[in-house]
């Protein structure tokens, strides 16, 4: 007589085979068919309103996903590729999204037709490998000096994105910055800062040779505004420091009283005098300033901030080519930086310091202009993709029309691909081709226009040789794409496929879900939770 054994305890459900599969694959088509509608020039916005009434109106894929809280695992997976994509790439997240849905849509065909995953899994692998040398085949080379090409890669990367009346002028602030940070080569992002400030338009916006600090003067009796600025770049506190440990001092005269506040003052003098000697004119402090000493800045009109953030000091000293002096003895004139102006300016509400005026800064800030808090947000994230395009183009120095051209080639050479094998993986390299067409085929859908038209124009006219020939959505023509402009970075193609491809094969290779209902579980949600949530 059989008995029945139980392995795990009665809290925990299970999903196995084709159910866990269904479901995994169900979860990450959902996400993708959240952001389907934002992809393109032409792609609507989402609005997303957290718990405290915060409202975020957006088309980026990776800001979308991250602010909804997704909890089904699969689908979280799903969002990692888009969070990857954005950290590597700097766009192109809901492309990378997309396909990987579709690769995960496509394979449920697959799955029907009794072909087993690791098949599926194996020919998608192939295929992915082969569009990674299609890819390089069909990159275009581009250099520094092709600055024409550059601003067009950015202001692809930002239309659809709310900046379209003013991309010119904010593409041409992108490649200056980006090129003004190169360095041997590499670019370093985090040197750029961007900063926000409501009023004036958005074609108002600038690009500013040092940086802005969201920071006023510390005395109203220093200078407003300070020209040939010798900027002092300190992290140690302009005033006294304060014992670490409770300590008790006996004074038992007035004299005693007073000499030790001669002392106090004796200090702090030392401290201005020594500032003052080695030529600074600014000060910028990482720590506090005391009130005296601000007194003392005042009286030898120095211009003095306190507080300033690490990583805002570190840009200053990129901008200005000072030194960040943790000891005053070692504040000499040559570790000084220097501007041709530091100011404060009043922007609304708010005081800045603005250093501007570096002769060669290796750090820069950008002034977003914009009429509401959504509108500045939206342009900051339009800038970010801009610059992220810019850069990684530069680094790889390669480039691919854009319009869904590159997708349509791909997909043609990948069936080409299929036809010389001749086990089952050919159907699943068949599927990864469609599924690389489902970009051109959304990009022509959210434009309202007829999707199975432009496939077949374009499939006819990359069958005929114009390999980048693409959508253009503000003509509504199949052209070529490098004519009309339409030009994208080699990188964000490459890593979106390897990023879908990735998550596609781990996803389908799940065939058992076991779930913890449980308190006492690690994971996140309960098993009833997790079964209830394509419910």
């Not at 997976?77 to 700097?90: D, F, L, P, R, Y």
Request: aromatic letters at 2%.
């Amino acid at each position: 007589m059989d008995k029945s054994v139980n392995l795990m305890p009665e809290d925990i459900q299970r999903i196995i085979g084709k159910d866990a599969q269904r479901t995994n694959i169900l979860a990450a088509k959902m996400v993708a068919d959240v952001v389907k509608t934002t992809l393109g020039p032409k792609g609507m916005d989402k609005m997303l309103v957290s718990p405290t009434n915060e409202i975020i109106v957006t088309n980026d894929g990776v800001t979308i996903l991250d602010e909804m809280q997704i909890e089904h695992p699969a689908a979280r997976m799903m969002v990692e590729i888009a969070k990857t994509q954005e950290s590597e790439v700097g766009d192109g997240t809901t492309t990378s999204v997309m396909i990987a849905g579709k690769l995960l849509e496509n394979a449920e065909d697959l799955l029907d037709q009794k072909i087993h995953p690791t098949v599926i899994t194996k020919g998608y692998k192939i295929a992915a490998e082969k569009s990674q040398e299609i890819l390089k085949d069909i990159a275009l080379k581009i250099t520094p000096e092709n600055e024409e090409v550059l601003r067009q890669i950015a202001m692809t990367a930002m239309t659809g994105k709310g900046a379209e009346d003013s991309k010119e002028k904010l593409a041409e602030i992108i490649v200056k910055a980006v090129k003004q940070i190169q360095e041997e080569g590499k670019i370093d992002l985090n040197d750029i800062k961007i900063e926000k400030a409501k009023g004036d338009s958005i074609g108002e916006s600038e690009l500013i040779s040092g940086i802005i600090l969201d920071k006023e003067k510390v005395s109203k009796d220093m200078p407003k505004k300070i020209e040939n600025a010798k900027i002092a770049l300190v992290d140690f506190p302009l005033e006294l420091k304060n014992p670490e440990i409770d300590t008790k001092i006996s004074i038992s005269s007035p004299e005693q009283l007073q000499s030790f506040l001669n002392q106090e003052e004796k200090i702090i003098k030392n401290i201005v005098e020594k500032v003052k000697n080695s030529g600074a004119n600014v000060v910028f402090c990482q720590k506090g300033i005391d009130e005296f000493a601000q007194y003392l800045l005042s009286k030898e009109k120095i211009y003095a901030c306190r507080r300033v953030a690490k990583s805002d000091i570190e840009k200053i000293a990129k901008a200005t080519g000072g030194k960040i002096v943790s000891n005053l003895n070692e504040l000499t004139s040559g570790e000084l930086g220097d501007a041709q102006i530091v100011e404060e300016v009043r922007q609304g509400d708010e005081n800045f310091t603005y250093v501007r005026g570096c002769s060669n800064p290796k750090a820069l800030t950008i002034l977003i202009r914009g009429g509401t808090e959504h509108v500045l947000d939206e342009i900051e994230r339009a800038i970010k993709d801009g610059l992220g395009d810019v850069s990684c183009s530069l680094e790889s120095g390669l480039v691919v029309a854009g319009g869904g051209a590159v997708e349509i080639e791909l997909a043609k050479r990948l069936r080409d691909f299929g036809q010389t094998l001749s086990g089952r993986e050919q159907l699943a390299i068949e599927e990864f081709a469609k599924a690389l067409e489902f970009i051109p085929v959304t990009l022509a859908e959210n434009a309202g226009i007829d999707p199975i038209d432009v496939l077949t124009e374009l499939k006819s006219k990359h069958d005929a040789g114009e390999i980048h020939a693409g959508i253009n959505l503000f003509t509504n023509k199949v052209e070529s794409s490098l004519d009309a402009k339409i030009i994208e970075p080699y990188k964000i193609k490459s890593q979106a496929i390897n990023s879908a491809t990735e998550v596609a094969t781990m996803i389908l290779r799940i065939d058992d879900v076991i779930a913890s209902t449980g308190k006492k579980g690690n994971m996140k949600e309960t098993g009833e939770n997790y079964f209830n949530k394509l419910g």
